[in-house]
């Protein structure tokens, strides 16, 4: 059996969850003109790597779009 770095594949839940971190994080003063789609994809393509949740374009799309939608 071949070992996989990833534990689970990614749901609805951890979707929401990377949104509200990634709201967290650019909403602050200091990170606040960093919030690029593509800045907030990434913090949340890294968000699901570190607790090595296996994640796919569609969640991480929707994960972006709801981030994006309250941070601005």
């Given amino acids: 059996m071949a070992k996989t770095f ?5 749901n ?7 949104a509200q971190e990634a709201i967290i994080f650019f909403s602050k003063k200091r990170h606040k003109n960093c919030a690029s789609k593509l800045a907030i994809r990434s913090f ?11 994640w796919t374009g569609t969640i991480v799309n929707k ?5 994006m939608a309250g941070i601005c």
């Fill in 44 to 54: 949340i393509m890294d968000f699901f790597n570190s607790f090595r949740i296996k």
């Fill in 63 to 67: 994960a972006t779009s709801i981030a």
């Fill in 12 to 18: 609805i839940t951890d979707c929401e969850i990377a």
């Fill in 6 to 10: 990833f534990i689970r594949n990614a």
